[in-house]
C-alpha cells in the first residue's frame, strides 16, 4: 500500500518560511516523480513544483518561480518543499504527489496523493 505522509505545515506570518517534507513508503521512490500541490479554499487545486525521480531537474509554473525550491533525498525516501517570503495568497492545503512521469504531475494526474498538510500565512 503506498502512503504519502506530509509534514511540516503550520502558522506562519507573513514574510516568514517553511520547509515540507513528505515521506513515501510502499513504492519504489527512486523511480516516480514527485510533487507539491496546493488548494486554496475556493480554489481549485494548483501545482507548486515538480521534480523528476533522479532529482536532477525540477518544474515550477511561472507563478511560483522564485519562492519554492523542490529536492528529493532517494535514500530517506523523501521529497521536500522549501517555501521563502511567504504571505497570505500562499495559505492553503499543500499535498505531496507521485506520478511514474512528470508529465503526470505536472498534468495534475499524478498516481498517488497524500492526505496533505494546512499552511496558515497571517499578516
Known amino acids: 500500500q503506498v502512503q504519502l505522509v506530509e509534514s511540516g505545515g503550520g502558522s506562519v506570518q507573513a514574510g516568514g518560511s517553511l520547509r515540507l517534507s513528505c515521506v513515501a513508503s510502499?513504492?519504489?521512490?527512486?523511480?516516480?516523480?514527485m510533487g507539491w500541490f496546493r488548494q486554496a479554499p475556493g480554489k481549485d487545486r494548483e501545482l507548486v513544483a515538480g521534480i523528476i525521480h533522479s532529482g536532477n531537474s525540477a518544474y515550477y509554473p511561472d507563478s511560483m518561480k522564485g519562492r519554492f525550491t523542490i529536492s528529493r533525498d532517494n535514500a530517506q525516501n523523501s521529497v521536500y518543499l522549501q517555501m521563502n517570503s511567504l504571505n497570505s495568497e500562499d495559505t492553503a492545503i499543500y499535498y505531496c504527489?507521485?506520478?511514474?512521469?512528470?508529465?503526470?504531475?505536472?498534468?495534475?494526474?499524478?498516481?498517488?496523493w497524500g492526505q496533505g498538510t494546512q499552511v496558515t500565512v497571517s499578516s
Open positions: 504527489a507521485a506520478g511514474q512521469k512528470l508529465h503526470g504531475i505536472v498534468t495534475i494526474s499524478p498516481d498517488y
Open positions: 510502499g513504492l519504489s521512490f527512486s523511480t516516480y516523480a
